[in-house]
């Protein structure tokens, strides 16, 4: 579970959305065109009432949300859009408050404002619109508000309606806190199940699947800029001895041992992956073939003098390597096969060795 879950805000560092959520702006947007038509019912309702200032703030109020949509359907940019809304629906509901539009019961809508807020902003920001929200309602019906604005709300009114309207936030609060809680652990969870089923558990290298994503990525690059790239296929030699004699516990570590010897070897920008129990395959962009074969055999010297103690007792290894460098239009298949072919002959020639798919009888070690 991340930090930022257990503590009061707990936003995520960078603002995510669950597959399925509504996005903020798409949200706005529609808010923004669903209030047109009650804004305009209202400025009619009250221009009949021979009113001229409540209708221009309503429809002035109207014409700004929507432009505030066409401004962010042009420019995209969502934090304008956002604040400019906050203030716009702000500055409208208090409005509403305060001029007691259709006798007082347009002050209703007061309690569309809590679940918008908190949907649309930050936790911080929907608790501290919300006091801000119920302060001004308390300072409105108290005696020094009805000194400043008249207003015809009901002593008991008034004691519901901030009442209700405290009660509406809190929960709002509860279950907007709940929400991103739990949206949050579903994303660690995602991240967690994607890292799994992309990585080998033992050694924390990628696995086989994602070796051969990585082969056809690299692979769909060349064919675009026509640098070679190149493969090298390693394998533990006389492994099953080391299970034989030592246990399969000695021979988990020995494979950990050289996966991490595989890692450091490599550049960045390659990528080595567990491709079977003792095998590994490193992939390696833009690397014409002695320059693999000269990474491979750097590996394979680090390995070899390497030891592995064991319950006290040292347990000496060496790899042996098969080297492929794609060429023209052959498909990874063949260059696998070439590499495999390259490794077998590593093997059949006497291990701790490493050998070149491009000429087979080549051998560097
Ligand atoms: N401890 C352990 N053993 C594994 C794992 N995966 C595969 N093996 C064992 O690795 C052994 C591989 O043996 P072989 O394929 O005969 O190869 P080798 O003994 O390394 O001989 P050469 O490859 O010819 O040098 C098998 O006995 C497998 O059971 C693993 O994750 N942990």
Redesign the pocket.
Known sequence: MPKSSKSFWPEPPVRQRVTGEIPVPTLINWLSIGAQPLLLFFAYRAAGRDDTLVPSILLTCAALLLLNALVYMMLRHETLQRRTFIVLITGLFIYLAISAVEDGSAIIWLFAYPPIIFYISTLRVGVLACAFGIVTLIGLFSPAGDYLVETPYSDSFRLVMITVLAFEMISCYILDLSRRRSQARLLTLAREYEYAAKHDA?TGLSNRREGLARLETEYERYLRNRKPFSVILM???????V?DNYG?QA??QL?VMVANKLKDGCRRVDMVSRWG??EFLAVLPETQVSEAVTMANRIRQTIAAQTLAFEGLPIRTSI?AGVATIHGAESTNHLLQRADEALYTA?ATG?NRVCSGEVPEQDSA
């Open positions: 033992m394998d533990i030699d006389v492994f099953k001895g299970n399969h021979g988990d494979i129990g003792e042996s093997k291990r």
